[in-house]
């Protein structure tokens, strides 16, 4: 027997001359550890081996005790292993000595194997060794690092990606250039080999543009090969793209599929959308709906006790309770000020309504108003049409024009049209009082179209005459029979604001999409609002339709952030049409030369993801 053997028995301790006497006391099947699926046997087969004098194998013990974490063991092994001469094993002493597994930390014994390793050639070694060249000798660092990269080696092909990416000065010396073009070439052999951070390099780059130009398709597929390989970063920015991104076109189908992964890796934003596809898809699953609400509820998730709490008010998936629906509309409430302008506006509703609570319009008002002034745009119309109808406070037009346009300046297209519609020649003149009411309904009596259109919002909306919802539809309907336009658009905005009505969002659809047919511009800019965004339980979003509504709107001079925002990434992107780069320039700089509140940041916005 050899004295290198002998020394290889001198190191065993008691348990592993067991492990050695019990494999060698039976009948060898096999030579081979890999065959061996017990560890010990796999461990006694190691042994054995090197009892044969194949001292080659020392190197598979110490990484079989590395990959149990038995760092102390492994260390022996290695050490052995290198001083038979093992490269492999000074490069693995080097980490145990730099990381402390098993040992203290020892940062020049760490180099010193390090250096050995890579003086016979490893390329891993040469990488690790780089970086304590760093401060000392930056050209050596990348020397070593260069050759490391060059031998195929995938994290210094990644650290070259990175290094070129920023440039490298010391002190007021440049010693590396930046070089992008570089930079990516490296990620890219990085990625190819499946190194997630190179990958998600890559899927950067092409967000950001190479040469100045974007490639969303591109940058989509290497997130999703990384987030296919289970990176985090990878799934929120897949979420994210599909969610939010007004690049890509919208796919339920993927954005459902990242935000659920998402939420599993703990991202509650994720979970929050994922639960509103879930409960407002056209087909839902409320059970998985709610479980996902009360998971982001239980982290103190405030937006989701809103949700909850709005299910409960409409009976969604749930029994129907306004006691439910108050208790979390209060927990949110009470949890943080970000989220009150959210749960006051739906409380304040419970009071208008006298759900739960006993009806009172004082103290809705207050707290729309409160909200109000917040900037809150849901509140802002309330407080409006609480001051336009003299609901817990003294009737004031000039206070509810005040509101509906706050609204309008921040883009509310049912504001401009209350503003379009009531404001500009009726309520500011006092056209709606008694007196013109006996006049119309006189008019009416000649199945005038215009006299009912007006007859039915005496009924819908003037303070002297009682409201009567049900006389309001009826001559509505008889004025849009005759095709008259303004009925088309009064009787679809008494839906939408009516949710006490079925199925009210789709009827008030149905009639602004008659009066979009006929050329009314404001309705076709809510028709393309609608498609925008689907309608729970009807239709889900149609990026198409809301192109071509957008798109008719604006043609026929109508101007909102909104519709001009999308037309522009419509056209960068085709969808819905040609890909055009010069409409969407169009479109960008309209936005540009807008005073239209966040014209200019939106603008801003598709420059920096397009251009």
């Known amino acids: 027997m050899s004295s290198n053997t002998n020394s290889f028995f001198a190191l065993f301790s008691s348990k592993e001359r067991n492990v050695f006497n019990n494999f060698n006391s039976k009948l060898i099947k096999s030579n081979y550890h890999e065959d061996y699926k017990n560890p010990d046997e796999k461990l006694g087969c190691l042994f054995y081996n090197c009892s044969l004098g194949n001292l080659q194998y020392i190197y598979d013990i110490a990484m079989f005790y590395h990959s149990t974490k ?96 920023e440039g490298i000065k010391k002190e007021d010396n440049v010693i590396l250039e930046q070089d992008l073009k570089r930079a990516f070439n490296y990620y890219l052999i990085a990625a190819n ?12 780059f092409y967000e950001r543009g190479i040469d100045g130009k974007k490639n969303f398709i591109e940058s989509i597929r290497w997130f999703k090969k990384s987030a296919d390989l289970g990176n985090r970063y990878a799934i929120n920015k897949m979420a994210n793209y599909f969610s939010e991104e007004p690049a890509i076109q919208k796919n339920k189908e993927m954005e459902l599929k990242y935000l659920l992964l998402s939420s599993k890796n703990g991202n509650l934003l994720s979970t929050y959308k994922a639960a509103k596809i879930l409960r407002d898809n056209i087909k839902p699953n409320y059970q998985d709906a709610l479980k996902l609400f009360q998971e982001a509820v239980e982290k103190n998730y405030t937006p989701a006790m809103n949700e909850i ?127 013109n009411f006996l006049i119309i309904q006189d008019l009416a009596k000649n199945n005038n179209a215009s006299a009912l259109c007006e007859l039915a919002t005496f009924h819908d909306r003037a303070t002297e005459i009682p409201f009567n919802l049900e006389e309001a539809i009826k001559y509505y309907l008889q004025s849009a029979e005759q095709g008259f336009v303004d009925a088309y658009v009064r009787l679809a905005l008494l839906y939408y604001e009516n949710d006490s009505i079925k199925d009210n969002i789709i009827l008030a ?84 030369q807008s005073t239209a509140n966040k014209s200019a940041m939106k603008a801003n916005d598709l420059q920096k993801y397009y251009f």
């Not at 040992?103 to 010193?112: G, M, R, T």
């Not at 149609?542 to 001009?564: C, D, E, G, T």
């Not at 925002?565 to 320039?585: H, Q, S």
């Open 70 to 165: 038995n760092y102390k063991e492994a260390l022996k092994w290695f050490d052995f292993s290198a001083k038979e001469g093992n490269i492999e094993s000074n490069y693995q002493l080097g980490l145990y000595y730099l990381y402390g597994n098993g040992v203290d930390i020892d940062n020049k014994i760490a180099f010193e194997n390090f250096k050995k390793a890579a003086e016979a050639g490893n390329i891993k070694a040469k990488y690790q060794l780089s970086f304590s060249y760093k401060e000392s000798d930056i050209k050596k660092s990348l020397e070593l690092l260069t050759e490391s990269a060059n031998g195929g080696y995938v994290c210094a092909q990644f650290q070259l990606g990175l290094y070129f990416e």
């Open 509 to 592: 659809f149905n009639w602004f999409l008659k009066a979009a047919e006929k050329d009314h511009v404001l309705s076709q800019a809510i028709i393309g609002g609608f498609y925008e965004k689907g309608i729970q339980g009807h239709f889900n979003q149609n990026p198409i339709m809301a192109f071509n509504w957008f798109l008719k709107a604006a043609n026929n001079n109508f101007f909102s952030v909104r519709s001009h925002f999308y037309l522009a990434m419509c056209y960068r992107e085709g969808i819905g049409t040609n890909r055009d780069i010069n409409e969407c320039k169009k479109y960008i700089e309209i936005l540009k």
């Open 193 to 204: 080999k499946n190194k997630i951070e190179a990958i998600n390099k890559i899927g950067i």
């Open 309 to 435: 709490g709005y299910m409960y008010e409409k009976g969604i998936g749930v029994p129907q309770s306004y006691e439910k629906a108050v208790e979390y509309f209060n927990k949110a409430l009470t949890n943080t000020e970000k989220a009150n302008k959210f749960s006051t506006f739906y409380i304040a509703s419970f009071y208008e309504k006298g759900y739960y609570f006993d009806k009172n319009y004082e103290k809705a008002l207050e707290m729309y108003e409160e909200e109000a002034k917040k900037k809150h745009i849901n509140s802002q119309k309330k407080a409006a049409y609480f001051y336009e109808k003299g609901l817990g406070t003294t009737q004031n037009f000039r206070k509810a024009k005040e509101y509906y346009q706050d609204a309008a300046n921040f883009e509310n297209l049912f504001a401009k049209l209350h503003l379009e519609t009531f404001y500009e020649n009726r309520y500011t003149t006092g056209f709606y009082n008694q007196t």
